[in-house]
């Protein structure tokens, strides 16, 4: 099925964004500009990071469950894509040690947006994650000067962001 364009499952509960869905989110990230140090929530099974990775990016991917993790390793090392810096953590925390990030995707829905993540986020950076539960949208979040420019986008269907780590 992998030319399907839809969400399938990797387990755990857990889905692959449907291909159409990575490329509309990892084109509102980089549009018009180098993709620079990118911070992944939730590495799934490491489809999203190998896009990241093949834009030139440094990336760095947090994932919540240690056997999605490990899936996503063998994945990315069998693609011989060893570059990301993966981490088994709390995405809602993000990575403060390594920001700020100039783009952050989130690839599940988080009810409103994480605020550790929004300072994690370099001056002229972007987020692009979904929001919502039962109605869900995608949205662009822009870092500038005069604050958290938040633009809707198209709707989507996503697993919820969840706290903690497994």
Known sequence: ??????????GHGQTISQPLTVARMTELLIQGRQPGKILEVGTGCGYQTAVLLKTG?????IERLGAILDQARRNLRAAKLVHARL????????????????????????????????????????????????????WLLEKTAQGLQKTRLDPVKFVPLLNGRS
């Open 87 to 138: 981490v088994h953590g709390d995405g809602n925390a993000g990575l403060p040690e390594a920001a700020p990030f100039d783009g952050i995707i989130i690839t599940a829905a988080a009810r409103a947006v994480p605020a550790p993540l929004v300072d994690q986020l370099a001056d002229g950076g972007r987020m692009v994650l979904p929001l919502g539960e039962a109605e869900q949208h995608l």
């Open 57 to 61: 990016a440094e990336v760095y991917s």
């Open 1 to 10: 099925r992998a030319y399907d364009d839809v969400s399938l499952p990797i």
